[in-house]
Nanobody, 130 residues
Framework: DVQLQASGGGLVQAGGSLRLSCTASGFTSDTANIGWFRQGPWNEREGVSCVSRDDDIIYYADSVKGRFTMSRDNAKNTVYLQMDNVKPEDTGVYYC???????????????????????WGQGTEVTVSS
């Protein structure tokens, strides 16, 4: 079974930090294009940070650049999203998504094209209080 398991969400005050984890099973995460996505109460799902297996370059949405850091531990088959200096607008359900398909268009493409990803985790909720 191909799965992604996200965890680490919770309640955090504005300015605080949180680390999300996403563990893959049934496939090795470094053989897929993988990323973090979020969906706020009134927003469509959006890409936060993604990495392409073709060049290992990490893309960040402008709204999180300089505050969030994506990393991975291949030995644990896990990718992380370190969230620092969080803001109330970071509130939402965070998902990890992946695809074995390669667009050859770079990591930003996957963040902008979440509908094409076929592997999803169940989401972990992040609430940032002001």
């Amino acid at each position: 079974d191909v799965q992604l398991q996200a965890s680490g969400g919770g309640l955090v005050q504005a300015g605080g930090s949180l680390r999300l984890s996403c563990t893959a099973s049934g496939f090795t995460s470094d053989t897929a294009n993988i990323g973090w996505f979020r969906q706020g109460p009134w927003n469509e799902r959006e890409g936060v940070s993604c990495v392409s297996r073709d060049d290992d370059i990490i893309y960040y949405a402008d709204s999180v650049k300089g505050r969030f850091t994506m990393s991975r531990d291949n030995a644990k088959n896990t990718v992380y999203l370190q969230m620092d200096n969080v803001k109330p607008e970071d509130t939402g359900v965070y998902y990890c998504g992946a695809t074995k398909f390669s667009s050859k268009k770079g990591s930003g493409w996957y963040c902008g094209s979440w509908r094409y990803l076929e592997i999803w985790g169940q989401g972990t909720e992040v609430t940032v209080s002001s």
